[in-house]
């Protein structure tokens, strides 16, 4: 084998090493794009549920608020209606 066919065969095969590195350099960078777009969701998902925990308590305490209104108003009602049926 003759020193220029090797020195081509080096060439071509350093070639197609630097292809394979700029093609994993690429891969890289899409899946640390992918892994920061996914993190991103992951966050905006927590901070929805954190939300709808909130909004659920507060329809909870506001459920209850009136839920006690009522039964105070109920036995207004009937303390009324004996006041009046006497």
Do not use: P
């Not at 899946?31 to 925990?53: F, G, K």
């Amino acid at each position: 084998m003759t020193f220029a066919l090797q020195l081509d065969q080096c060439r071509a095969s350093l070639s197609a090493n630097e292809e394979s590195r700029d093609q994993l350099r690429r891969d890289m960078l899409d899946i640390e794009r992918r892994h920061n777009q996914t993190q991103e969701a992951a966050e905006n998902y927590r901070r929805e549920v954190t939300e709808l925990r909130r909004s659920v308590s507060d329809v909870t305490k506001e459920r209850d608020t009136i839920s006690l209104s009522n039964s105070q108003l109920r036995e207004t009602l009937r303390t009324v209606e004996t006041e009046r049926i006497r």
